[in-house]
């Protein structure tokens, strides 16, 4: 009982770091609209982060389907009330939705409906929360990288090496307190598919990890971030999303060349909405690319819409933080959190182990 309390604890942890969001967590209740009055029968009720849309998207949105849109944001630092909300159409990190997904709260998307996911990029269309993208569609992405500083590198750190596998930064490396990311960065770092369940692998993970943290400075106890821009570390473990938060001249940000974790910002519908003609045009509507680029311009996160990148800023295209480069995406993978029972007890034992070391 107190291991699965265990895995309960760090799951909960793993999916608040790869999420960010607390907007739709597997406790969301999605009633049915018939406990709302007519009146508001007529409004289109749109979920999500805030600051993801503008008031002059959700205008150009209500003009698309001709009908009011409330608009519901969510900051990832608080506690939510949903009381008795309901959402038509809702935004959020892949994570968080594949929860939804597996309680059959998430409807299958009609894409004849949405004929500007045509524009998405095919090495979006299968996922490994959502097979064959059946219910969500990304808005938006990044990925999990290293943060460095700059003045004590004369070129990018881009190797998960320096921070697992080496002396030369001992003390000054601030790693994840997420167990199964920190185990599935190893594995990449040693050139294996970060969803592998083989014991052989994730046993030399499990090695590598124990070998490396006499030169920790911290295991996730405090936040990477703030250790490096206190100065207390010179490399620490975030998300692109992250460091574009940091307004530091000194702090820089590079993709590992032997991959990671991508998260996804994604939309899909509620089971519960009665608009699904509605909320499918809404969704048509965000993927047009002006309104796609609008987005991910403002988040400044990495587009999966090929037409938004085409349209966007040079400096948006080519900026380095946003977008790693061709070969090195192509070894970056997006992962479940529902897995095998015995997977996860896995993981954990094995954690236990790392930080008893």
């Known amino acids: 009982m107190k291991m699965i309390k265990k895995m309960k604890k760090a799951e909960t942890t793993r999916r608040r770091f790869i999420s ?13 609209l018939s406990l709302f009055s007519q009146e508001e029968n007529q409004i289109l009720n749109i979920g999500s982060p805030d600051n993801f849309l503008s008031d002059k998207l959700i205008s150009s949105f209500q003009k698309s389907i001709n009908s009011s849109i409330n ?4 900051d990832s630092n608080s506690n939510i009330n949903f009381n008795n909300n309901n959402y038509d159409v809702l935004i959020g990190r892949g994570s968080y939705l594949e929860g939804l997904i597996d309680d059959g709260k998430i409807a299958e998307l009609n894409k004849s409906l949405i004929p500007n996911n045509s524009f998405i990029d095919p090495k979006f269309n299968n996922s490994a929360f959502d097979k064959d993208r059946k219910y969500t569609i990304p808005l938006s992405y990044g990925a999990i990288g290293i943060a460095y500083r700059k003045s004590k590198f004369s070129e990018p750190p881009s190797t998960w090496r320096w921070l697992l596998d080496s002396d030369k930064y001992a003390g000054k490396i601030a790693l994840l307190g997420d167990g199964r990311t920190l185990i599935q960065i190893a594995l990449k770092y040693m ?8 014991p052989m692998w994730i046993n030399q993970a499990e090695k590598l990890l124990k070998r490396q943290k006499v030169n920790i400075k911290d ?21 692109s999303e992250e ?6 001249n000194d702090i820089g940000f590079t993709f590992p060349r032997e991959g990671s974790l991508i998260w996804q910002d994604c939309v899909c ?5 009665l608009k699904i003609e509605e909320s499918h045009s809404v969704i048509n509507s965000m993927l047009d690319p002006k309104n796609s680029r609008s987005i991910v311009e403002n988040l400044q996160t990495a587009t999966p819409n090929i037409m938004a990148l085409d349209i966007s800023k040079k400096s948006y295209k080519e900026d380095s933080t946003i977008f790693p480069n061709e070969q090195i995406i192509e070894r970056y993978e997006d992962t479940s959190t529902i897995l095998d029972f015995d997977y996860e007890m896995m993981i954990e034992e094995m954690w236990d182990n790392i930080l008893d070391a």
């Open 20 to 32: 960010g969001f607390s907007l739709l967590s597997a406790g969301i209740i999605l009633q049915p």
């Open 71 to 74: 608009s519901i944001t969510y």
């Open 191 to 198: 050139g294996v598919s970060l969803n592998t369940n083989d």
């Open 219 to 239: 295991f996730g106890k405090k936040n990477g971030k703030e250790l490096l821009i206190n100065g207390e570390v010179d490399l620490a473990i975030i998300s």
């Open 243 to 248: 460091f574009k938060k940091i307004d530091n």
């Open 269 to 273: 519908i509620s089971n519960a909405s």
